[in-house]
């Protein structure tokens, strides 16, 4: 009997009508397995991952492959993106065992839960020295029934093996300028110059060290971090990774180059990446980072945005190519044929400025969309139409599937972008779009205790618990919510969180964190890891919600534990700089103060208030928090004996428990913001 049918994930729910008579990962399911002395298949996977539909196809949706599953294991199917501590440890051991990792994820376990054999990707045949599914399978159940002894032994090895591995060992304090400056020395190493980002293929967009390099940039003047960032965002943004037509970027490029997507759209991805563009115009002015930051955003409304308020995980790679073969990037490429399909005359006018040519760029003679031509003047009123007319068509095609599951994490990513994103440019609807989401995540992944569920769909809240990301991100978006609406609730929403953290997931002898709660399911190892992955770690997101709360309230206890965990960085920024971004963007921020500012007028409707407190937000310094509002408000801390000037509007600029005089004009703010 296959019990996926009433998941909330996606990604289960795509496996529900599987001859595999799948569980859903739960203390049944291991019940089952050592009732009937089975061994447990863990498959773990997400909704977007190409190999795993593949896989799925391949083998879990063949009669003969499940019939054998079905007699010899217990099959339990996990999403990564709902259960990411599940995920975490046997991701641990499969990188641990094999030198490498990804997903599909194929572990074994015993009936405790103890892994002792890893995998990925199997194919249904042998294929390029690999094993096919069925010889593993076999192998597997011959070694259970014959050696279990031997299998017992190795489980419980490895087991010990993953408790006995320490996390790198934090610095008691916070890294300062030598260690930032050696950072940026390790990513001037790794910086790819003539094509912009860091290492080689596959390349993904590094949005949280392009963060630190801004911030870097905005404290110390540094031009070669400021370059680093223009240069990586101008070479994304013109190449295929970036969707020409309807904005948003893909996961990753296949080439150094950008040009070849992996084609899936994740909501994190563009999330971060819409926020760095927003804060790439802030330090330059460039249009073309204000019209990614614009045009990502729009993206994230218009493709992602559900029925509730929330935002999607994301779009699938694949996608029907009109044949009824589900196809990778089918929905997004272009042959010469098909632009003169849709464009007649106008046709060779966008093969030369999307560089879409007879040979392509992808497969089968078909091109990714870029924008190559560096030089070379082309009609802008000629290239919207181009743009729009190719955007109608190809709205008609089939649409990749979305995985409408709502993620508390990477929503509070969202939140920050589009709150941001909307105040720089005058766009109050995007604004309201963050403000949407948050309201979601309060009124359906927040309980009465101030726990966070980790997803929800529909409306329905899912079973998981919240992890430490959750408590940071979702922090981090309404600590950005408030500084931009001047609504005090979203304030006193992330303390709320951050209280959590403190008292569930940080050690309380040395100030690390965990991923997960210390009331939360007990795995074989509780996972904490304070490196960036795609997204930024749970440790360092905290952690950079926690001091921008500080700043906002004066919490001595916050402060502390985010320098506390800051220690980390200070032992990983200088050796893995790549992987720890946003923890160095936190400890910028640290050193820059954080600035504090607070901004007071007669009231919202005022222009004057409005000039200075946007003129606020649109400073560079590294982590400000900017409170708005009445002298006799009493939503932010800030605010507190903050008076007019002479009956006029006014900005209160604090760093380091010294304050400058207040200021009136603009121009004065954005002085003393520099």
């Known amino acids: 009997m296959n019990r996926l049918a009433h998941e909330t994930s996606p990604y289960l729910l795509q496996h529900a009508d599987n001859p595999v008579d799948w569980w859903p990962w739960s203390a049944e399911a291991f019940a089952e397995a050592r009732r009937t002395n089975r061994p447990v298949l863990l498959s773990v996977g997400y909704s977007s991952c ?36 599940v995920d975490a440890v046997y991701m641990e051991a499969v990188q641990a065992a094999t030198g490498h990792g990804g997903w599909p994820m194929t572990v074994f376990l015993t009936p405790d839960a103890e892994p002792f054999y ?71 190493r790794e910086y790819d110059p003539q094509r912009g980002g860091f290492g080689g293929a596959p390349k993904f967009p590094a949005s949280m060290v392009l963060e630190f390099l801004l911030r870097h940039h905005a404290r110390t003047g540094a031009e070669g971090a400021l370059q680093m960032a223009v240069d990586t965002c101008e070479r994304m943004a013109r190449g295929g990774i970036y969707d020409q037509l309807g904005g948003g970027f893909a996961r990753y490029s296949v080439d150094r180059d950008w040009i070849v997507p992996h084609f899936e759209k994740m909501l994190y991805d563009n999330a971060l990446l819409c926020r760095v563009y927003a804060h790439l115009w802030r330090a330059t002015g460039s249009d073309l980072a204000r019209r990614v930051a614009l045009e990502t955003a729009d993206f994230l409304v218009r493709e992602l945005r559900t029925a509730e308020g929330g935002f999607a995980s994301a779009l699938d790679a694949d996608s029907d190519d009109g044949t009824g073969r589900h196809v990778e990037g089918a929905y997004y490429v272009w042959t010469p044929a098909q632009l003169r399909d849709v464009l007649g005359d106008d046709a060779e006018l966008a093969a030369r400025y999307f560089g879409v040519t007879e040979e392509g760029t992808f497969e089968h003679g078909q091109s990714v969309l870029q924008l190559p031509q560096t030089e070379g003047l082309f009609d802008a009123e000629k290239i919207a139409s181009v743009r729009r007319r190719l955007f109608d068509a190809r709205a008609r095609r089939p649409a990749p599937g979305r995985d409408d599951k709502i993620v508390a994490a990477w929503n509070g990513l969202a939140v920050a972008a589009l709150a941001e994103t909307g105040a720089y440019f005058g766009r109050p609807d995007l604004v309201e779009a963050a403000l949407g989401a948050a309201d979601l995540l309060v009124r359906v992944h927040l309980d ?16 998981n618990a919240g992890v430490l990301e959750d408590y940071g991100d979702v922090a981090e978006g309404f600590l950005a919510l408030a500084s931009v609406t001047g609504e005090g609730v979203w304030l006193d929403f992330a303390g709320l969180l951050l209280d959590q953290v403190l008292a569930r997931f940080t050690d309380p002898e040395t100030g690390a964190l965990f991923d997960t709660a210390s009331d939360a399911e007990r795995l074989i190892r509780r996972p904490q890891d304070p490196t960036d992955n795609a997204a930024p770690s749970g440790w360092t997101a905290a952690a950079g919600a926690l001091l921008g709360y500080a700043a906002h309230t004066g919490s001595e206890t916050h402060r502390v534990a985010a320098e506390r965990a800051l220690g980390v960085v200070k032992t990983l920024g200088p ?17 820059d103060g954080p600035r504090e500012v607070a901004v007071v007028g007669p009231g919202p409707d005022d222009e004057r208030t409005a ?37 006029a509007p006014a900005a209160y600029v604090c760093r380091g428990f010294v304050c400058d005089l207040p200021v009136t004009d603009p121009e004065a703010l954005r002085a003393r913001l520099a």
Request: charged share 25%; proline share 6%; hydrophobic share 40%.
């Open 611 to 647: 000039a200075l407190h946007r003129t606020a937000l649109l400073g560079a310094a590294p982590g400000a928090v900017v409170a708005c509002g009445t002298p006799d408000g009493d939503e932010f801390p800030l605010l507190a004996g903050r008076t007019l000037i002479d009956g």
């Open 118 to 188: 890893f995998g990925t990707y199997y194919p249904p045949a042998p294929r390029h020295g690999m094993p096919s599914f069925r010889q593993v399978l076999e192998g597997v159940q011959q070694a259970w029934t014959t050696r279990h002894d031997e299998v017992s032994e190795v489980a419980g090895k490895i087991v010990r093996d993953l408790a006995q591995r320490e996390i790198v060992r934090q610095a008691a304090e916070a890294p300062g300028e030598q260690e930032l400056a050696q950072a940026l020395l390790g990513l001037t």
């Open 448 to 463: 009465e205790h101030a726990r966070l569920a980790r997803t929800s769909k529909d409306g329905r809240v899912g079973p």
């Open 50 to 85: 190409h190999w795993c539909h593949v896989m799925a196809h391949e083998s879990f949706e063949d009669q003969a492959t499940a019939d054998y599953l079905n007699e010899h294991f217990v099959s339990v199917k996990v999403d990564r993106e709902e259960r990411p501590d």
């Open 575 to 591: 050796r893995v700089p790549r992987f720890i971004g946003w923890g160095l963007a936190v400890a910028e921020a640290l050193l």
